[in-house]
């Protein structure tokens, strides 16, 4: 196998007594699906914060296509081609789901000094900001405040604006959570559309999602992965059952 | 701006024009209309809301479209000021500074230099100011700006805290700023250029980055925008617009003092925009009008004046939340955030 698109190898990252990131070691291969799971406060938020470069380890190092980006800056890590989605939604909740998606669309074109044209309708800006919503599945709701959105629908923006910044990587931190059975059947049907083209790094509760979705499975506990393989190999380690499934099925 | 806010019907931007066209109108036949109800005064009164809308303008571009709370925008207006009066006195004394001829009464060599220096100022101190964010940013913009103050009140060379007279108004080839209609209208002029441009870079690129980072520094960090540089952008745009105000405001009171950069001035300012409706274009200039307008009418009442006016702008500012904007909203039965 070739070189993966993400490697982290031997993370550590101490809050105070707490390990919240352990000797973490873990890949993701170019268009694979590689699922984060653990118990709450294993740990998974704050490597993804880690990955975006929003909280630095204390030691350890990850590589993205081939170059160590310890020392880069979150916004560019974003221009290097990874993109997140937020657990707890971080929108621009004056604006409509539309200029969100633009925004990052525009983001995408380099830089925005730029202080005379209309951005507002530029159609370079719009076009490619519509396409993104429909992906995501939000094609009637364009010109909706995102502070009239529904949680499930700001969860599908976060979605189309991570996918608007074209990542090669995508880092899913919980995008089921919270959302109904209808609108996590349409999260799940967006997400293996993508399978394939882009990366994904999911952290995710929803077992059957989780299954459905990965092709390896790693498992987060206190911020060290006590088992990685296939979703058949991690259904069969016993540790994993003891730790986290046999609690999840409860 | 207006598109990807609110679904707006197309009708209302053809009246926002017509509005637009009426106010130009009458703005421009105040000298008129205030001689003719017997008001001379009212024109150079007129001429110090232009200018102070310019100065609140600017300030609504840093701190009501990008959230950045600078409590020392009086530091470039004062700076601009000063680059008009320190030029004057060398244009009459003709005493180089260091080695250099630096004296202008030419209104068209002054401004732009007091857009520039200003600008020049507000580019490094906001380099230092932006490193701190929140309350530290106030506290910081605030402790440069009254740097500053102290610095032209020690200055002995240029009046120090008595400040500096500029006898005659800066020089327009062919137009007598010396006749106050005509300086209202010079006036008027840059505050309307000012708000055009001002209009064009909200809604540009630049301006919707300005909005992101004012609503989530985080997430535009998420989408790949690196802030500080348009931070530090929008910060010296703003201190220029200080320094523009600055040197108008040298020309008409023809005088130029350390009072000019002193925080009560930011402070003015900054009730200027939050009473108009930050974040809003024109809020600034309806701050600047309903302030003036209520200090001289109620300093001429009475010497107790600021007694009422406090309480007044905290009543306004809490019942129509957003300032005058959000009045004009609520008047128009539109939602108020």
């Not at chain 2, 571009?61 to 530091?75: D, R």
């Not at chain 2, 008027?188 to 809604?203: E, Q, Y």
């Not at chain 2, 300005?210 to 985080?218: C, D, F, K, P, T």
């Not at chain 2, 009418?297 to 007694?307: F, N």
Request: with cysteine; proline share 3%; glycine share 12%.
């Amino acid at each position: 196998m070739s070189e993966p698109l993400l490697r982290v190898s031997r993370l550590f990252k101490r809050f105070g007594g707490v390990n919240a990131t352990d000797d973490l070691s873990l890949d993701v291969c170019v268009g694979e699906i590689h699922a984060l799971i653990g118990p709450n406060g294993a740990g998974k938020t704050t490597f993804i914060g880690q990955l975006m470069g929003e909280i630095r380890p204390d030691a350890g190092d990850i590589h993205f296509d081939g170059a160590s980006i310890n020392a880069l800056s979150t916004a560019a890590r974003v221009r290097r081609g990874i993109a997140r989605t937020f657990q707890i939604t971080e929108l621009l909740s004056e604006d409509t789901a539309l200029a969100n998606v633009a925004l990052a669309v525009q983001a995408g074109q380099g830089h925005s000094f730029r202080f005379l044209g209309n951005a507002g309708v530029d159609p370079s800006l719009l076009g490619p900001a519509r396409e993104y919503l429909t992906a995501a599945g939000l094609a009637e709701r364009t010109d909706v405040r995102v502070s009239e959105l529904s949680h499930g629908e700001r969860k599908q923006l976060e979605l189309a604006i991570a996918l608007a910044s074209k990542p090669r990587l995508l880092l899913l931190d919980e995008p089921m959570a919270g959302l109904g059975a209808a609108e996590s059947r349409r999260m799940v049907d967006t997400l293996s559309g993508l399978k394939g083209s882009i990366a994904m790094l999911l952290v995710e509760h929803d077992m059957d999602v989780v299954f459905a979705l990965a092709d390896r499975i790693s498992v987060l506990v206190y911020g060290r992965v006590v088992a990685s393989g296939s979703p058949a190999e991690v259904q069969a380690d016993s540790q994993v059952r003891a730790a986290y499934l046999g609690e999840g099925d409860a | 701006m207006a598109d990807l806010k609110t679904t707006v019907a197309p009708a209302s931007a053809g009246r926002t024009y017509a509005i637009i066209a009426i106010v130009l109108a009458l703005l421009a036949a105040l000298p008129f209309i205030a001689d003719a109800i017997g008001q001379p005064a009212l024109t150079s009164l007129a001429t110090r809301i232009s200018i102070l809308a310019i100065g609140a303008a600017s300030l609504n571009l840093a701190l009501g479209y990008c959230g950045l709370v600078s409590f020392g925008h009086a530091a470039w207006y004062g700076v601009g000021a000063y680059v008009v009066g320190i030029m004057y006195r060398h244009s009459v004394s003709g005493d180089p500074f260091l080695g250099f001829s630096i004296g202008s009464d030419q209104l068209l060599v002054t401004l732009p230099l007091a857009i520039l220096i200003s600008g020049l100022f507000a580019l490094v101190l906001g380099a230092l100011s932006l490193r701190t964010s929140g309350v530290q940013f106030i506290m910081i913009t605030l402790a440069f700006a009254q740097m500053l103050f102290f610095f032209f009140v020690a200055l002995k060379a240029y009046g120090g805290d008595d400040g500096l007279i500029v006898r005659r108004r800066n020089v327009l080839p062919f137009i007598d700023t010396r006749d106050g209609p005509t300086f209202y209208w010079v006036c008027l002029f840059f505050a309307v250029a000012w708000f055009a441009l001002m209009s064009r870079i909200v809604t540009s690129r630049f301006g919707r980055v300005l909005e992101g980072i004012r609503q989530s520094e985080r997430r535009m960090a998420a989408i790949g925008v690196s802030t500080y540089p348009y931070k530090l952008a929008c910060f010296v745009i703003s201190g220029m617009g200080a320094g523009l105000a600055g040197a108008l405001m040298a020309n008409h009171a023809r005088f130029v003092s350390p009072d000019m950069l002193h925080w009560t001035q930011s402070g003015e300012f900054m009730i200027m925009v939050i009473l108009g409706g930050a974040g809003t274009l024109f809020g600034a200039a309806a701050g600047a009008v309903v302030l003036i307008g209520l200090e001289t009418q109620l300093a001429a009442l009475t010497e107790h004046w600021q007694v009422i006016l406090g309480p007044l702008l905290v009543l306004m500012i809490i019942f129509t939340r957003g300032g005058l904007s959000g009045l004009v909203r609520l008047l128009r039965g539109g939602r108020n955030e």
